[in-house]
């Protein structure tokens, strides 16, 4: 099946840029999104980005997306302790329900002060 | 407007015990499914359903039912409850843009 892969942890200081990675197989993938959730709540959609885009920045957040590698990051500049919490990475293809998401593993986020 | 909504949040069962874990919605979305979520393993879908009397099985449906009599209700039933169940059940439902609308979960410990 298709597989979309985030390392588990990420540990930076409040104040610097955080690189969030995520990686995956389905090469039919439309769309790629990037989901939030804090503690004790459910998921909510940060930001999304079109497979045929390669950039996407809003506000203090930037999607990078290399197709050829499979590759989707997202970049929080000027890291907050509000944004402590689980990054998902979930792309649109093949697999997934009838929604055709998959998720995966999630990141932590841990703000050192 | 309420969107998602999951009752209990809280739940404690007893293996062989079962229940049902409810999941209502207000924004007239065809589409809803149940996900569970476990350290480490991230968000595994278990049912889901297209619309009204349609229902399909996810990655992970064993030991548990759906139904779907209503688009605004869409019920998860553990009939006989296991440890292996212990987890955070989360609803959501679809738009149809690739945003899911999540509830707030129901966090479930069998003994």
């Known amino acids: 099946g298709e597989d979309v892969e985030q390392s588990l942890f990420l540990s930076v200081r409040e104040g610097d840029s955080s690189v969030i990675n995520c990686t995956y197989t389905?090469?039919?993938?439309?769309?790629l999104y990037w989901y939030k959730q804090e503690p004790g709540a459910g998921l909510q959609l940060l930001t999304y980005i079109f497979s045929n885009m390669d950039m996407k920045q809003d506000q203090r957040l930037t999607v990078l997306l290399n197709k050829k590698d499979k590759h989707l990051s997202l970049r929080i500049a000027d890291t907050q302790t509000g944004d402590s919490a689980i990054y998902f990475c979930a792309e649109r293809g093949s697999g997934g329900g009838a929604d055709g998401l998959t998720f995966g593993k999630g990141t932590h986020l841990i703000i050192q002060p | 407007n309420a969107g998602v909504t999951q009752t209990p949040k809280f739940q404690v069962l007893k293996t062989g015990q079962s229940m049902t874990l409810q999941c209502a919605q207000d924004m007239n979305h065809e589409y809803m499914s149940w996900y569970r979520q476990d350290p480490g393993m991230g968000l595994r879908l278990i049912h889901y359903?297209?619309?009204?009397?349609?229902?399909d099985q996810g990655e992970v449906p064993n030991g548990y039912n759906v139904s779907r009599s209503t688009t605004e209700d869409f019920p998860l039933r553990l009939l006989s409850a296991a440890p292996s169940q212990t987890s955070v059940y989360f609803c959501a439902t679809y738009r149809g843009s690739g945003e899911l609308f999540f509830g707030s979960g129901t966090q479930l410990s069998v003994l």
């Open positions: 359903s297209v619309g009204a009397g349609i229902t």
């Open positions: 389905d090469s039919s993938s439309t769309y």
